[in-house]
């Protein structure tokens, strides 16, 4: 992977970020409305006993799901986006494969969301004075790990509107579905563990905000679930380029 190619898309979102800062600062908002809803409608049904324990894990989770929700979409809404306003095409020309381009852009949305998802965090512990007294550092880098896993779901749609367009309505399950992705027990190793990022958010969830010590195994087991996804999901995206080539659906929408 070349790194003139990880810079330039970090620019190129770093522009799209500035000249468009309406919608990203009304994201922001959208996401804190959303949240301060979900935790006051929460908090008045949790027990006094576990109450505080409930609404930090409330608070951890809908970072995960924050992250989540962003690392997953970046390549289908790249797909979609570029094919609606009539430069898809552009990508299929780049030297280096259309395939490491989209991981370049996954990488810098990526990055640009854990600025984003900082901000996000102590506004949402200040907002609602639950302050978790978590390692931002062993956070990201367990984001960072288990990200592949959701590229590579997003990769799988993208090979999906590669062929059929529009793919609003799995996609919007699929965002839906990681709300409970992020809730489930992946660790120690389980059915649930061979889930897309479910090994990911176990482990941060017992590193970070339960502070347990560090289990090397879980690790590997979140780098195994990460490779296997992003496989799967360049697979998947090379079927789906090919079959939109032979049929010649790459331009149209």
């Not at 027990?47 to 409930?54: I, K, M, R, V």
């Not at 930090?56 to 979609?80: E, H, Q, R």
């Not at 176990?202 to 296997?228: C, E, F, H, M, T």
Request: charged letters at 15%.
């Amino acid at each position: 992977m070349k790194l003139h190619l990880i810079t330039n898309e970090l620019r190129l979102a770093w522009l799209e970020m500035r000249q468009y800062w309406f919608e990203t600062v009304s994201a922001m908002i959208f996401i804190l409305v959303m949240f301060i809803a979900l935790f006051y409608g929460i908090k008045g049904f949790v027990l006094e006993d576990d109450g505080a324990q409930s609404l930090d894990g409330l608070v951890f989770g809908f970072l995960l799901w924050t992250f989540a929700s962003g690392a997953y979409g970046s390549i289908t809404k790249s797909v979609v986006e570029d094919t609606q306003r009539g430069y898809i095409e552009h990508l299929f020309l780049c030297p280096e494969g259309v395939v490491r381009l989209l991981l370049c852009r996954a990488l810098a949305d990526v990055l640009f969301s854990l600025a984003i998802l900082t901000v996000v965090t102590y506004l949402v512990m200040w907002l609602t004075n639950t302050w978790l007294g978590i390692n931002l550092l062993q956070f990201y880098a367990v984001l960072l790990l288990a990200a592949p896993s959701l590229v590579g779901l997003g990769l799988i749609i993208a090979g999906f509107a590669l062929v059929f367009k529009k793919v609003e309505t799995i996609g919007a399950f699929l965002s839906i579905g990681l709300m409970g992705l992020v809730a489930l027990d992946g660790l120690p190793l389980n059915p649930l563990t061979f889930l897309p990022f479910v090994p990911g958010a176990s482990l941060a969830r017992d590193w970070v905000l339960n502070g347990q010590p560090l289990d090397y195994l879980s690790l590997l087991i979140v780098a195994l679930n990460s490779a296997v996804y992003l496989a799967i999901g360049m697979k998947v995206f090379a079927v789906g380029e090919k079959a939109a080539k032979q049929r010649n659906l790459i331009g149209q929408y």
